[in-house]
Nanobody, 115 residues
Framework: QVQLVESGGGLVQPGGSLRLSCAAS????????MGWYRQAPGRQRELVAT???????NYADSVKGRFTISRDNVKNTVYLQMNSLKPEDTAIYYC?????????WGQGTQVTVSS
């Protein structure tokens, strides 16, 4: 079994910052890429950012220059630093982990950007 536990979501004003964390545990031998996705009400889940085990990153155009993904391979944790947040960033944010046994998802954490 694999557990992905997200934390760090919340309510923030436009222009503010949040840092999300996602810790992987359990049967995570061979953990490869990790990533963040988000889903806003009435919309499909979309890519936010991914990071390989060696640190190569990929970002959605909508977050480039504002969000930074990083990971700690010792702690098996991936982070998402979100700066200059906009109301359109409001969504449930999910982390995922690419493993030899399959792709696993966390439960999600709510991020709300509103004044």
């Amino acid at each position: 079994q694999v557990q992905l536990v997200e934390s760090g979501g919340g309510l923030v004003q436009p222009g503010g910052s949040l840092r999300l964390s996602c810790a992987a545990s359990g049967n995570i031998f061979g953990l490869r890429a990790m990533g963040w996705y988000r889903q806003a009400p009435g919309r499909q889940r979309e890519l936010v950012a991914t990071i390989t085990r060696s640190g190569s990153t990929n970002y959605a155009d909508s977050v480039k220059g504002r969000f930074t993904i990083s990971r700690d391979n010792v702690k098996n944790t991936v982070y998402l630093q979100m700066n200059s947040l906009k109301p359109e960033d409001t969504a449930i944010y999910y982390c995922n982990a690419d493993l030899p046994i399959g792709l696993w998802w966390g439960q999600g954490t709510q991020v709300t950007v509103s004044s």
